[in-house]
C-alpha cells in the first residue's frame, strides 16, 4: 500500500522515478509525487505532484526538472482525501526537507498539535507532514541525526526517504513496519519499498530491518539502527526476473496472471515431491516429524483471498492429516484475544508477507509463545522473516490488485503440507500416492480450464447484466464460492453473496427471482445430490443458475465443465474458471481490472 523509490548516481532521475512509480502504482493510485535535488548554482529542491495516476504526474512536469537524486511516492490516502495537496513528497515551509512515507504515524494529531503551537504551519491533512517539520526542526548536525531526532517522536508504522537542501549528496531511509529495500548498482543506488521497482535495474538489494536506517550515496550505503548502532545488512539477489513485471501481450496483468498459473503451479510442486515415501519435502519448514504428531490442531490465519485459501487449506488438513483445522481472518483473531495454545501450529498467508493485520496476528502470537508458520509468497518479506518457517508458494510476482495466481498456489501449498502433514501421520502410502498423481495433473488440467476462455467469456457477457449475483458451495466448495464471489466484486463492482449452499433456505433464498444469478459449485463428489438438490430449489424459484461442475448439470442454464482431479484437490480447480468469469465480466463493463476503485495491493495498514 502506497510505494517509495529514490535514486542517487549520474542520470537524470525524473525518468527514472516515474519508470518506478509506474511499476508501484499497484500499490496505491490516488496520487504521486516527485522530490529532487535541483543541483546547478542555485541547488535546493523541487518537487511536483499530482492527483490521479503517475501519467498525470508525468503530464504535470514542470520543464525544467533535472537532478540526479530524488525521492518519488505513489499512495493509498488513509489521512487526507487525495488530492494534490495530500501528495507525497512533504516538505517544510523552506522546502530544505522532502519526506516520502509508507505507514501510519499513531501520534500525528497530537504532533500537529504541538507543531502548530511552535509556530510551524500545516498544509495538508497528512499524518506524515509532521515528519517534514520535525527533520526541518531539529538542530542536529548531520542529516542523519535530524531522522534519527524525528522518527524517535513518532508512534506508528513508517518507511521513509528523506532529502534535505543541505545535504545534496544523500538520500536518507528508515524503516519500522513498512518495507524498504536498497537496490545495489554500479555507481549508483535506489531505495523502494518493493523490489518489483528495483529489477529493471539491479538484482542486488538489502532488506531493512524493523529499527533500522540507511544512508544512500552515489558510490556506497550504509546502514545502522535507528539508535545509531552500525549494522551489517548483507545484500541478496532477487529470484524475480524484470521481464515477469512486464505484462508479456496481455491485455492486464489479471489475464497474464491467470493464465500463469500452470507454469506457477509446476514451480510450486517441482523438487518438492518424494515418490519413494508417497509425501513431499518441504525444506524451509523446520518441523520434524516427531513436532508434526505432537500437532493437536491447527489454525490457519489470513485476509481477503488468502484467508480464502486458508480455508480451503483447513478442509485438505482435516482431510488428508486428520487434524482438527480452520481458518480465521486475521484482522478479527489479532482483536479478540484468543487463546494461544501450545499444541496448535498456526499459519500465516499472505502474498505480499506485508499485510498488517496478519503480521500483527504473527507477533501477538509469537509474543504468546505459538509456534507460526508461513504460507508466503514474497520471500523475505516481514511475516516470511518473523514466522519460525514456512513454504513459499512460488507463485513469482502478483501485480494485478486482485489476486489469482497467488491465490491457486497458495492452495496448492496447502494441498502439499496436508500431504505431509498426512504422511507423517495416518495417511497411508496408496492414497499419499493418489494425492501426488492428483497433484502432478494439475498443470495439465489448468490448460485445460483455460482453453475454455472463450465460452467463458460469452457467459461473462450474458451475466454482466446482473445487478446481483448468489455464489454458492457446500463444503470443499463453499470457500471457492467465497472466493469467486469476492474476485467478481471488487473487479466488476457487481454486488455477490456467497452461501453454504445447505442454508438457502434457511434466509437467502428469499433473494432467489430471475434477475439474481446463482454460480453454483458442483463437484462430483460424495455431495453432489445434496447440490442438485439446492439446484432444484432454486430452478422451483425461477431463478438462472451457471454451475461449475465436473459433468453439465441439467438444472443450470449453463455449465462450466471442468476436469475432475481427486475429491480432496478439486477445489483447486473449480475457482479458476470464476476468475476468467469475473475478469470478463469486468471488461464488458469497462472496469479498470488492474486497480479496482478504493483498493490497492499489499494492505501495510489497519
Ligand atoms: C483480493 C485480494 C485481497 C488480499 C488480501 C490479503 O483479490 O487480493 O483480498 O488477498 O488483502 O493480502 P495478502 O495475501 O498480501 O496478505
Redesign the pocket.
Known amino acids: 500500500m502506497c510505494g517509495i523509490v529514490g535514486y542517487i548516481g549520474k542520470r537524470d532521475v525524473a525518468p527514472l522515478l516515474l519508470e518506478g512509480l509506474q511499476r508501484l502504482e499497484y500499490r496505491g493510485y490516488d496520487s504521486a509525487g516527485i522530490a529532487l535535488h535541483a543541483g546547478g548554482k542555485t541547488g535546493g529542491l523541487k518537487s511536483a505532484k499530482a492527483k490521479g495516476r503517475v501519467r498525470e504526474l508525468e503530464s504535470r512536469l514542470p520543464k525544467r526538472f533535472n537532478g540526479t537524486t530524488g525521492i518519488a511516492h505513489t499512495r493509498w490516502a488513509t489521512h487526507g482525501a487525495p488530492n494534490d495537496v495530500n501528495a507525497h513528497p512533504h516538505l517544510d515551509a523552506d522546502e530544505k526537507v522532502a519526506v516520502v512515507h509508507n505507514g501510519i504515524i499513531d501520534n500525528a494529531a497530537d504532533l500537529r498539535t504541538r507543531l502548530t503551537a511552535e509556530g510551524f504551519v500545516f498544509v495538508s491533512d497528512t499524518d506524515t507532514e509532521v515528519l517534514a517539520h520535525l527533520i526541518a526542526r531539529s538542530e542536529a548536525g548531520t542529516l542523519e541525526e535530524k531522522v534519527r531526532e524525528a522518527v524517535g517522536h513518532i508512534e506508528g508504522t513508517y518507511g521513509i526517504a528523506v532529502l534535505h537542501a543541505d545535504f545534496p549528496d544523500r538520500i536518507v531511509v528508515a524503516r519500522n513496519g513498512s518495507p524498504v529495500v536498497l537496490g545495489i548498482g554500479e555507481k549508483e543506488m535506489f531505495v523502494s519499498s518493493d523490489v518489483a521497482a528495483l529489477v529493471s535495474h539491479t538484482r542486488q538489494v538489502v532488506t531493512l530491518d524493523d529499527g533500522e536506517m540507511a544512508t544512500l550515496r552515489a558510490d556506497d550505503y550504509r546502514t545502522y539502527t535507528t539508535e545509531g548502532s552500525s549494522t551489517s545488512a548483507q545484500p541478496t539477489t532477487v529470484e524475480w526476473e524484470a521481464e515477469s513485471y512486464d505484462m508479456g501481450g496481455h491485455d492486464t496483468y489479471m489475464h497474464k496472471e491467470i493464465h500463469e498459473q500452470a507454469d506457477a503451479v509446476d514451480r510450486a510442486l517441482r523438487g518438492r515431491i518424494d515418490d519413494r515415501f508417497s509425501t513431499v519435502h518441504l525444506g524451509g519448514l523446520n518441523l520434524d516429524a516427531r513436532d508434526a504428531r505432537a500437532v493437536r490442531r491447527v489454525k490457519i490465519l ?8 486458508g480455508q480451503i487449506g483447513a478442509q485438505m488438513i482435516e482431510e488428508l492429516a486428520r487434524i482438527p483445522a480452520d481458518a480465521e481472518p ?1 484482522s478479527e483473531f489479532r482483536y479478540r484475544n484468543p487463546v494461544v495454545d501450545p499444541d496448535t501450529l498456526y499459519i500465516a ?7 498488517y ?2 503480521l500483527a496476528a504473527v507477533q501477538e502470537l509469537k509474543r504468546k509463545g505459538a509456534r507460526v508458520l508461513g504460507l ?3 520471500v523475505g518479506s516481514a ?1 516470511a522473516r518473523e514466522t519460525d518457517g514456512g513454504i513459499y508458494v512460488h507463485a513469482g510476482p ?1 501485480v ?5 495466481k ?2 491457486t498456489n ?1 492452495v496448492v501449498s496447502f494441498g502439499l503440507l496436508a500431504l505431509h502433514l498426512g504422511r507423517t501421520r495416518d495417511l497411508s502410502v496408496a492414497d499419499g500416492k493418489r494425492i501426488i498423481e492428483g497433484l502432478r495433473k494439475l498443470p495439465g488440467q489448468i490448460e485445460e480450464i483455460l482453453a475454455n476462455e472463450a465460452q467463458i467469456e460469452e457467459l461473462a457477457k450474458e451475466y454482466a447484466e446482473a445487478k446481483s449475483m448468489m455464489f454458492i458451495g457446500r463444503v470443499r466448495g463453499y470457500p471457492v464460492a467465497r ?1 469467486a464471489s ?2 467478481l466484486k ?2 466488476s463492482y457487481i454486488h455477490a453473496e456467497a452461501y453454504p449452499a445447505s442454508e438457502l433456505k434457511h434466509g437467502p433464498l428469499a433473494l432467489i427471482e430471475p434477475a439474481m444469478p446463482t454460480v453454483a459449485i458442483v463437484p462430483d463428489d460424495e455431495l453432489l445430490e445434496k447440490n442438485r438438490a439446492a439446484l432444484e430449489e432454486i430452478k422451483a424459484r425461477s431463478g438462472r443458475i451457471l454451475a461449475v461442475a465436473h459433468q453439465v448439470q441439467e438444472k443450470a442454464d449453463h455449465t462450466i465443465v471442468v476436469p475432475k482431479n481427486e475429491d480432496e484437490l478439486d477445489a483447486i480447480l473449480m475457482g479458476i474458471p470464476l476468475q476468467l468469469f469475473a475478469y470478463y465480466t469486468a471488461k464488458a463493463m469497462g472496469r479498470d481490472i488492474d486497480k479496482p476503485r478504493n ?1 490497492a ?3 501495510t495498514v489497519e
Do not use: P, R, W
Request: proline share 0%.
Open positions: 489470513g485476509c481477503g483471498t488468502s484467508y480464502h485459501a486475521a498467508v499472505s502474498q505480499s508477507g506485508e499485510t493485520d496478519v508466503v509468497n514474497v511475516i502478483e494485478c490488485v486482485v489476486s489469482t497467488c491465490f497458495m472466493e469476492l474476485k471488487e473487479v483498493l495491493k499489499s494492505v
